[in-house]
């Protein structure tokens, strides 16, 4: 309500059904609808009481013109006119017993003074056919391998560019466009940008608003931990089968000194549990531009999961991406380990490749892109390269996380061997470094991990 009073939505009716009871016992204000009339007045909206039950009244109330959202508080009764059942308790989701049923239908058909069957005319279909298919960037990603850039600036770059693409690409913000980056998207395409504050939930609601009848493509950014406060609707949007792409930055301990409250280390698990979900996790900024034109064209919803610390890019710029295929970004014939990384653990990843390289031990490098859906193919055929042994490596709790994909993907596979490095406990405030470091999930850790892999299958040799 605060937000369509802020924006003046002179085009919106809300119909408050005030029928008194809720589920279990009345609802708090029962039928104060001069409480709810000061309440909508107070967000900026105009609000009319009716009775809920008069078409003349309502008519008249949906007739008014306004310059500002209109809510409609409509006093009605539960079970109007049914006899033994109007405005009663303890009939919320009940059947009528049958022989209650029959009278009752009796009643209501008494009642009907023409017979004539009455139909509305179907609406007419005036709007313009859009089309939001297979949008694709003007140019190849712009970057120089080794250049160093967070993910989270190169959403903000992708996500401007797109627009450009398609004059149907919308971003929404809940306050964080400074930090999501998205503000590079406002600043090209203002009239295109809705700004919905710190409000997350009605954030991921006014996308589905959007998305609605495929007329637009969406992106929503925040920090991902916010998200999390969002669930319900995103799991609603998910049943509503909507098209909805989230952006959400500020991943993992490697944040730094922002503490546990920004870091988002439960996100993965959540959008995996969304059906028919694609998660992204971009590695560099190449396949971060990639992401979010993938995710342009994927039906059902969408995350990208981006980085705070600015990390090599890794890709040409001539790489092709797709949902679901993972890239090996670092092997050799020898390789005795396939370690699995994404965002910052897989730098950390490819850097402890370079480090034991000097050790004489080699080890295979592997990128997933999505985790939703998983390589599993790419996953067995480099384990199975690789003596069978798998380690991931995340920024993210145990549960729920790559650690917890890869495993389902590869139970009951014969010969294969998952160790898993990812976030224990609650973290705390410290630089990026420090906390990787803390939680083992860092250059060194890999390392570690590696030796003690290959150390136990030549003892038990």
């Known amino acids: 309500m605060a937000f369509a009073g802020f924006y003046k939505l002179d085009n919106l009716i809300a119909i408050l059904d005030i029928n008194r009871l809720g589920q279990s016992d009345p609802a708090p204000l029962q039928h104060h609808v001069d409480i709810y009339q000061k309440r909508c007045e107070a967000f900026g909206w105009h609000a009319i009481i009716v009775d809920g039950h008069s078409v003349e009244e309502l008519c008249k109330a949906f007739g008014q013109a306004r310059h500002q959202p209109t809510a409609i508080i409509a006093k009605t009764y539960k079970g109007k006119g049914i006899t033994g059942i109007e405005d ?34 179907f609406p007419q279909e005036d709007a313009p056919f859009v089309n939001i298919r297979n949008i694709r960037m003007p140019s190849p990603p712009n970057y120089k391998m080794g250049e160093k850039i967070a993910t989270r600036k190169a959403y903000g770059l992708a996500l401007a560019k797109l627009g450009h693409a398609s004059d149907r690409v919308i971003a929404l913000d809940g306050d964080t466009k400074n930090s999501t980056f998205s503000e590079l998207f406002k600043k090209e395409h203002p009239s295109r940008f809705i700004e919905c504050y710190i409000a997350e939930q ?48 500020h ?15 439960e996100d993965l698990a959540m959008f995996r549990t969304i059906p028919n ?35 090599s890019v890794i890709y040409n ?29 897989l730098h950390e990843a490819l850097a402890a490749a370079e480090q034991l390289k000097k050790e004489r031990i080699s080890i295979r490098v ?37 650690g917890e994909a890869v495993c389902a993907a590869v139970v009951g596979e014969p010969g294969i061997t998952v160790s898993r490095l990812a976030v224990s406990h609650i973290p705390r405030s410290g630089k990026p470094a420090e906390l990787l470091r803390m939680f083992a999930i860092d250059k060194e850790a890999i390392i570690q991990a590696v030796k003690i892999a290959v150390s136990k299958s030549r003892n038990a040799e």
């Open 317 to 345: 710029s001539n790489e092709d991406f797709h949902v679901g295929q993972a890239k090996v970004v670092f092997k050799s014939k020898d390789d005795q380990v396939t370690v699995i990384g994404a965002g910052v653990t």
């Open 202 to 249: 009605n954030m991921v609601s006014v996308a589905v608003g959007c998305a609605t009848r495929d007329r637009n493509i969406v992106f929503a950014s925040t920090f991902a931990t916010f998200f999390t406060r969002a669930f319900d609707q995103i799991r609603m949007a998910a049943i509503s089968e909507s098209n909805i792409n989230l952006c959400g930055s």
């Open 366 to 402: 592997l990128d997933p892109f999505t985790i939703k859906p998983l390589d599993k193919k790419t996953i067995l055929e480099n384990a199975r390269a690789t003596k069978g042994r798998i380690i991931t490596v995340e920024d993210h709790y145990y549960e729920g996380g790559i």
């Open 88 to 121: 009663k308790e303890n009939w919320h989701g009940k059947p009528l017993p049958k022989n209650m049923a029959e009278q009752i239908i009796q009643e209501i058909d008494d009642r009907i003074q023409n017979k004539k069957k009455l139909a509305p005319a």
């Open 277 to 311: 979900a694609t998660v992204f996790y971009p590695s560099d900024a190449v396949s971060t531009e990639k992401a979010v034109e993938l995710a342009a064209n994927t039906k059902g919803i969408c995350f990208i999961r981006t980085s705070r610390p600015e990390n």
């Open 251 to 265: 991943c993992g301990v490697s944040i730094g000194e922002d503490g546990p409250s920004q870091m988002a280390l």
